[in-house]
């Protein structure tokens, strides 16, 4: 069985091998994480504006160095091997970061979530379940956003 499990890994590697960005993301389980709850707040509202998805792109560029010509291999990636992950399991790999690395998902999941100028309830909700998790105040993101 140990045989079988590293050989879908193997295969798994090997899938991404010639995709830089998506390999990284697959070899950093926070990165997919945070990629897989800012996904998540694009659709709390139950809609997909271009303003989000704007963002989301931005974040991605900004902070984590997936440029354009990456993100749509990444979003594949995050669709096909993140539908297993749950938004409380994608935030337990917070709990352990440093405070800044909390601080700037939130910010990230923030942004998103006011980029389309309506700040909706189940936006709200999620940023606020985040921070609950992630034992957050709401000065830690008002001083994430200074």
Do not use: W
Request: charged letters at 35%; glycine letters at 6%; one cysteine or more.
């Amino acid at each position: 069985m140990n045989k079988d499990r590293n050989g879908m890994i193997g295969r798994l590697r090997g899938l991404f091998a010639d995709r830089r960005a998506v390999r990284r993301v697959a070899d950093d389980p926070a990165l997919t994480a945070e990629l897989l709850l800012l996904f998540r707040m694009i659709l709390a509202d139950g809609k997909v504006d271009q303003r989000e998805l704007d963002a989301f792109r931005r974040i991605c560029g900004d902070a984590f160095n997936i440029g354009a010509d990456d993100l749509d291999e990444v979003i594949e990636y995050l669709h096909e091997f993140g539908y297993e992950t749950s938004g409380p399991q994608a935030l337990a790999m917070f709990q352990a970061l440093p405070d800044e690395r909390k601080r700037q998902l939130a910010r990230h999941l923030a942004d998103i979530a006011r980029s389309d100028t309506e700040l909706h309830a189940q936006e709200l909700k999620l940023l606020k379940r985040t921070m609950e998790i992630l034992k957050m105040e709401p000065d830690d993101l008002s001083s994430a956003t200074a």
